[in-house]
């Protein structure tokens, strides 16, 4: 196996968290730092990155210092034991590798677990202490009931203590004569090194459960809302300041409460210095307003009120609400019913907007209330119920579950486009925001010069995505279109809010199940072209995430809302998921990756895209469906089950396909047959399995000849491309992030 040497500048990425992993790097300069979310170690000399992964990387590796590694194509046991056959003086240095990364990983395993445990120990002892206190003291005593439901974590992929301690016993006392044993022998030496990554993936799973765990619940102590265990003790003493009593205690308890959140190392500067602030020589006399108790609130007038609307047009809408939950079947169809959700409608995206309009214009943060309207479409705790209420309320402390780099609530969607950093998407008609202008100055609804001004609006921008793709996504993804209401209800949370929580992390779960098996399903052709060093056009394959867009209800469905962003086929697709739902996550995205398969063949085919002389996905599915009964290929049962999806399907291929592209995803790759020979074909060459699962199904005959073939087309191209590379190289280009991927790509 050849072997290259990789050089990275210090601050840049080696490997980045999500990316799929196809060989390993042993660090020969340099340092590297790993990066979980709250916390980081320095990998030195003679790590190896890519040992302790799956498929994918779980964590960003960024160079500490100028690095240089040797890229060695390992990911597999047989590759390992062929490298260590070859290479015998990379015996100890892999071994220990092993073992010193696996007990590091150990150690923050062990740290991460002390934290989960110090933060569900601090906020029973003082919630505990607070109402002992409050009872003693005849003080009003704040409800909490986030305490109610506060468990500790219970894990699934667990780090035994017994395995730390082996760890540490082996590192620190007995290495050298473990390592001596085991270089000895091939299958010892391979069976440590395996079994030690092993349980390094094990552990890294562990370590994400943990981070979960403390970013969804590390609020309970300290909170943006002020609903969590350190303002309990503000507000008490904030009673015991205007009582004339002693507030020691009070302090004390807000100080240790301070200390846990510095070990803890999950909160911000801010949100420390404030809690600082607010233990220290603060005036508790001059506080005048309390905590929010939200069940409590008129949430209603809260919202409207703050988008600007009158006295009356709130009442009005108050008595809607109220009209609405007074139907013996809020579900029902008839036309009373339709018309109070449609009226709620109108009310519900029009104080949508202003409401957004003003958050941005604000300098205060919206409050919680707010923030529950923006991202689950919360109104009325009187429609919800109060348990409810109180969950989607403590979520709002964890909004940062719900967004990653491609993953949005829809509030900061929004705000994407507002600050200019996402165009708006296109709407029913498929008009983008500049061709929607432009057919409006066509019909003479607008004027040239307003078309000259509003063309880079921003305001006017996200006013287009919210009566647009917005109202629509909300509607489709609710899944109930015609009994479809944009308010919250308590009829719709069929599990508790926790389980139906479709957070960023679920999501990215989701697609990387689909790439583990359909590695080429992201994969878009851009061009290169550096003339100067020999390469004038050279089409390479980049893989290009989908932004996904939550909308603020507890739905049932998942969208394709557009194949790309822009013009340009290298645009990210927008895909459109509820923020809550009890559907099973994978399975609609799976669907919706069906969907984005035959979308993105036709935008890349054009008026091409179901003429079978031009071979694509989308023309030979389309020729398959259309002649399926003349198709002497087909069994009389395969052409019987063709017509009942096309009836399902009412009529549509693209419908018929996704059912097609679900079962190749969850059956075939497991090797059990679902598909007809005619729509297997297609599937094999257009949607080709990923080289682990081609080399499990290769000793079936079905799959054997199609997978041969690409295995073979793929290996030429990586011969083609790596002689180009060396030349470009030679020619004083540098091999880009981009380039490096696309000899990959031929290697999955």
Not at 20 to 33: M, S
Request: glycine letters at 4%; a negative charge; aromatic letters at 12%.
């Amino acid at each position: 196996m050849a072997m290259n040497v990789l050089k990275v500048k210090a601050g840049e990425l080696v490997a980045k968290r999500q990316d799929k992993v196809l060989e390993w790097y042993l660090l020969q300069e340099g340092a590297v730092v790993r990066q979980f979310l709250f916390s980081q170690s320095v990998l030195s000399k003679n790590s190896i990155i890519g040992m302790m992964e799956g498929e994918f990387f779980t964590c960003d590796y960024v160079a500490k210092q100028d690095c240089t590694f040797v890229v060695i194509p390992c990911k597999s046991s047989l590759d390992l034991q062929y490298i260590l056959r070859e290479h015998e003086n990379f015996r100890p240095i892999f071994l220990r590798t092993a073992v010193e990364q696996r007990h590091q990983l150990l150690c923050v395993y062990a740290d991460l677990f002390r934290k989960t445990q110090l933060l569900h120990a601090t906020a029973e002892a003082h919630y505990s202490d607070y109402k002992a206190i409050c009872s003693e003291r005849l003080l009003d005593e704040l409800s909490f009931e986030r305490m109610q439901y506060f468990e500790p974590l219970a894990m699934q992929h667990k780090a035994e203590n017994w395995e730390i301690a082996n760890s540490n016993s082996l590192v620190k006392n007995h290495l050298r004569e473990f390592m001596q044993l085991m270089i000895k022998d091939d299958s010892l030496c391979v069976g440590a090194i395996m079994e030690a990554a092993a349980q390094m993936r094990r552990v890294t799973q562990g370590i994400g459960e943990m981070v979960s765990h403390l970013r969804y619940n590390s609020d309970i102590l300290c909170a943006d809302s002020d609903d969590d265990v350190f303002h309990l003790y503000f507000h008490m003493a904030v009673q015991l300041s205007r009582k004339g009593q002693d507030i020691t205690c009070a302090r004390q308890h807000m100080q240790q409460i301070i200390e846990v959140m510095e070990k803890l190392g999950t909160y911000s500067g801010h949100q420390l210095s404030e809690c600082r602030r607010m233990c220290d020589n603060y005036n508790y006399e001059e506080v005048s307003k309390g905590r929010i108790n939200v069940t409590q609130e008129d949430c209603v007038s809260h919202i409207l009120e703050y988008a600007g609307f009158e006295k009356q047009a709130i009442r009005s809408f108050k008595e809607q609400l109220q009209e609405y939950r007074k139907l013996p079947d809020m579900q029902s169809t008839d036309n009373d019913a339709r018309r109070m959700r449609r009226e709620i409608s109108n009310v519900f995206y029009d104080a949508y907007e202003k409401a957004f309009m003003r958050s941005m214009e604000d300098e205060e943060k919206p409050s919680p209330i707010l923030m529950m309207f923006f991202n689950f479409g919360f109104m009325d705790v009187g429609l919800l119920g109060e348990e409810n209420t109180n969950a989607i309320y403590n979520m709002t402390d964890s909004l940062g579950l719900f967004s990653s780099e491609n993953i949005f609530t829809i509030y900061e969607w929004l705000k994407s486009i507002y600050e200019g950093t996402r165009e708006p998407s296109r709407n029913e008609f498929d008009l983008d925001y500049r061709g929607y202008l432009a057919e409006q100055r066509r019909q003479g609804e607008i004027t040239e010069e307003q078309l000259a001004v509003w063309r880079d609006d921003n305001k006017r921008k996200v006013e287009f995505e919210i009566r647009n793709m917005f109202q629509s996504g909300h509607r489709v993804t609710y899944g109930k279109i015609s009994t479809f209401c944009p308010v919250m209800q308590e009829e719709d949370l069929i599990n508790a809010v926790e389980k139906m929580a479709v957070t960023a992390e679920r999501v990215e779960n989701a697609v990387n199940k689909v790439r583990q098996l359909d590695y080429s399903i992201l994969y878009r052709e851009v061009m290169f072209s550096d003339p100067d060093k020999g390469i004038n056009q050279e089409w390479i394959m980049k893989e290009i995430w989908p932004d996904v867009i939550l909308m603020p209800d507890a739905g049932t469905r998942a969208l394709l809302w557009q194949e790309t962003s822009g013009a340009k086929s290298d645009t990210p697709a927008r895909f459109v998921f509820p923020i809550l739902t009890a559907a099973d996550v994978d399975e609609m995205m799976v669907e919706n990756m069906g969907r984005f398969r035959w979308e993105i063949c036709r935008r890349v085919q054009g008026v091409y895209w179901n003429d079978i002389r031009e071979r694509s996905l989308t023309s030979e599915y389309c020729d398959y469906i259309q002649f399926y009964k003349k198709n002497h290929e087909l069994s009389a049962e395969a052409k019987e089950k063709i017509k009942t999806a096309l009836g399902r399907a009412r009529n549509s291929y693209r419908e018929v396909f996704v059912k097609d592209y679900l079962n190749w995803i969850k059956y075939e790759s497991q090797g059990s047959f679902r598909l007809n020979k005619v729509a297997r074909e297609v599937l094999m060459h257009y949607c080709p399995f990923a080289k682990e699962v081609r080399t499990q199904l290769l000793s079936n005959p079905v799959y054997q000849a199609a997978f041969q073939k690409l295995d073979a087309e793929n290996r030429k191209k990586a011969q083609r491309i790596s002689a180009l590379y060396d030349k470009y190289a030679a020619a004083g280009g540098e091999l880009t992030v981009d380039l490096k991927e696309n000899l990959r790509y031929y290697q999955m």
